[in-house]
């Protein structure tokens, strides 16, 4: 889906959020992408609550006329996640994480977890109308830096 902006208005960046929550409902991301221990599983975005800090990084014109735009952003967003029961112990204390249906099944824990984090976002501008401008967002990659990457899921490994 896309939507319709003017550049450079202060409903830019809304577009961009609703744009990536569009393009990334239903997709299914690992607990690695997002620094997390693997004891979160069937990760789904739920919502991105805010984006700021938007920096382009790239922009190249496609011979269609539309860009192609890298933005480094910073992205606060809700994940839908579900936790083995036996595992909850090794994630419960993770200020981040709330469990809003401990008895989703015989097995697993239906819970959301809070995350904010860098991220390179590429995504398509239409140009095509001067005063309208429409976004499609391509790819998102969170940034994690190296001295960040698994900290958490190491420390619960050692408790197994």
């Known amino acids: 889906m896309t939507y319709f902006v003017q550049w450079g208005s ?24 997002l620094n997390l221990p693997v004891e979160y599983e ?17 922009a190249r014109k496609m011979p269609d006329g539309r860009f192609l735009i890298t933005v480094e952003a910073s992205l606060d967003c809700n994940f839908d996640v579900f936790i ?25 824990m239906r ?18 109308d001067a005063e309208q401008r429409k976004i499609e967002v391509l790819y998102i990659t969170p940034k994690i830096p190296d001295d960040e990457r698994l900290e958490l899921g190491r420390r619960h490994r050692y408790r197994r």
């Open 10 to 33: 202060p409903e830019f960046e809304e577009a961009v959020q609703l744009a990536i929550q569009e393009a990334y409902v239903g997709v299914e991301w690992s607990s690695e992408e």
């Open 42 to 58: 069937t990760i789904h975005l739920d919502i991105v609550e805010d984006i700021s800090d938007i920096d382009v990084a790239d």
């Open 84 to 108: 083995f029961k036996p595992d909850y112990p090794l994630v419960e204390d993770d200020p981040r994480l709330f469990i809003f249906d401990p008895s989703w099944n015989k097995h697993y």
């Open 111 to 128: 819970a959301e977890i809070a995350l904010q984090f860098q991220s390179s976002i590429t995504l398509v501008l239409d140009t095509s």
